[in-house]
């Protein structure tokens, strides 16, 4: 092969994993990327001395440390890691207490519907509680409402998630797509994410509430993140620039940048695109909802949350999705706690706010207008246009939550790169 050149659109989790699993198979990789760090939404940032991240960014994915994507972590931080269980809530505003999350059997006992609950549960449900899998619709083909209150009947499904996951996409439960948002997360939850139908999940927990015990690689760096994302693209040059889009698409197209240079696909073996795919063509026609990370530091108080809680939830419509006290996860050492309070935000919400306090959260790590898309079947056919128009560029290809539109924590972003890498020889 003589060309062994790749240029990456975007240095986040997706361009900078991809870069580093191509140059360790010999690729000369060039990033184009804006912002002064690699990481994208995963980098690790600083307040008041308490690390943080946009999120937070905990790994979980299946298997030991012998899994690749694992193995990768494992290597890039020298095995120095937190093995985190994570013990959530959820704050139920109605009820006026907190609940386990996700959803515990157990829990239902102490609810005032709880009648009601069980009569729901065994709709749906054999002799042990167990789903019948014949009686419910199929992930994929279906409204995550349709799902959801089939499997869990509907006065939990309005009790947890109705206003709770309408809040975070901004789409209502009877219009969001079990096809894009849920697929991949539920099966990863047994095995690393696959093309098979997946079948069976409860979101009704029965075992202990610890969110991914014994299912899951669940680890934290010990130095967080930074290191993670600069060792990948070490043997990667990093041009700090940005897309502005494809150009000439039709006779000899290039990616134009902010600076005004000009990126010849056809000097380049391969050109991933790890960029929101609406805007690789300078546009801005897929929906997203946004987050906006408010930090706050509470001194002198040395925990936050019960029983050692991560998170807390809010399933009703108060303006923030969850809460989560940082330390319990970086593990920080400080008599004071940082609380990470999350809440959506949809495009044009920066011109509300102060531009110090805009410029200072940019710059920090705390807010994005573009952080999940809104996958509903209209927007799913949007970036299939996309990935059309595309075509007539025959070494474009794709790479990452954004671009490949999906709902993916980093894990699963790390692994579409991973998966793609195979797909190239040694050089």
């Given at each position: 092969m003589n060309n062994r050149n790749v240029l990456i659109l975007g240095g986040g989790v997706a361009g900078s994993s991809m870069a580093y699993y191509l140059t360790e198979k010999?690729?000369?990789?060039?990033?184009?990327?804006?912002?002064?760090?690699?990481?994208?939404l995963a980098r690790t940032c600083f307040y008041g001395g308490h690390p943080y991240e946009f999120g937070p960014h905990i790994w979980f994915w299946p298997g030991g440390k012998e899994a690749p994507i694992n193995d990768t972590v494992v290597r890039l931080t020298n095995d120095e890691l937190y093995y985190i269980e994570r013990r959530l809530f959820t704050y139920v505003e109605p009820d006026n207490r907190k609940y386990r999350y996700p959803v515990h059997y157990r829990d239902v006992a102490l609810m005032p519907e709880r009648e009601q609950i069980e009569?729901?549960?065994?709709?749906?449900?054999?002799?042990q509680l167990k789903l019948i899998e014949s009686q419910?619709?199929?992930?994929?083909?279906?409204?995550?409402?349709?799902?959801?209150?089939?499997?869990?009947g509907p006065t939990l499904y309005n009790k947890f998630m109705a206003n709770y996951t309408w809040k975070m996409w901004n789409i209502p439960g009877d219009e969001l797509e079990t096809s894009m948002v849920w697929a991949d997360r539920f099966?990863?939850?047994?095995?690393?994410?696959?093309?098979?139908?997946?079948?069976?999940?409860?979101?009704?927990?029965?075992?202990?509430?610890t969110l991914g015990k014994g299912i899951r690689f669940q680890v934290y760096p010990k130095h967080g993140w930074n290191a993670v994302w600069d060792a990948m693209v070490t043997r990667s040059t990093v041009v700090r620039d940005s897309v502005v889009g494809i150009e000439d698409e039709y006779r000899k197209p290039y990616v134009l940048t902010g600076s005004g240079e000009k990126y010849f696909f056809a000097d380049y073996h391969t050109?991933?695109?790890?960029?929101?795919i609406d805007r690789l063509w300078g546009e801005d026609a897929l929906p997203y909802t946004g987050r906006m990370m408010i930090p706050l530091l509470i001194p002198g108080l040395a925990h936050a949350f019960p029983e050692g809680a991560e998170s807390l939830h809010y399933s009703s419509c108060e303006f923030q999705t969850r809460v989560t006290e940082m330390k319990v996860i970086t593990r920080h050492d400080?008599?004071?706690?940082?609380?990470?309070?999350?809440?959506?935000?949809?495009?044009?919400?920066?011109?509300?706010?102060?531009?110090?306090?805009?410029?200072?959260?940019?710059?920090?790590?705390?807010?994005?207008?573009k952080a999940y898309p809104q996958q509903s079947a209209q927007a799913f056919d949007t970036y299939e246009a996309y990935v059309e128009?595309?075509?007539?560029?025959?070494?474009?290809?794709?790479?990452?939550?954004?671009?490949?539109?999906?709902?993916?924590?980093m894990a699963e972003t790390v692994n579409s790169a991973y998966e793609k890498s195979l797909a190239f020889p040694q050089v």
């Open positions: 010999g690729y000369d990789v060039t990033i184009l990327e804006k912002n002064s760090k690699v990481g994208g009569r729901e549960l065994r709709e749906n449900r054999d002799q419910l619709p199929e992930i994929g083909n279906c409204k995550f409402a349709e799902y959801f209150t089939a499997a869990i099966q990863s939850e047994k095995a690393a994410p696959t093309t098979q139908k997946v079948t069976g999940y409860d979101p009704l927990k029965f075992d202990d509430h050109v991933f695109c790890s960029i929101d400080s008599p004071d706690t940082l609380i990470l309070i999350e809440v959506p935000v949809l495009p044009g919400a920066a011109k509300c706010f102060p531009s110090n306090t805009l410029e200072y959260a940019l710059e920090h790590n705390l807010f994005a207008e128009r595309g075509r007539k560029i025959p070494n474009l290809r794709y790479v990452g939550r954004h671009a490949e539109f999906k709902y993916w924590g």
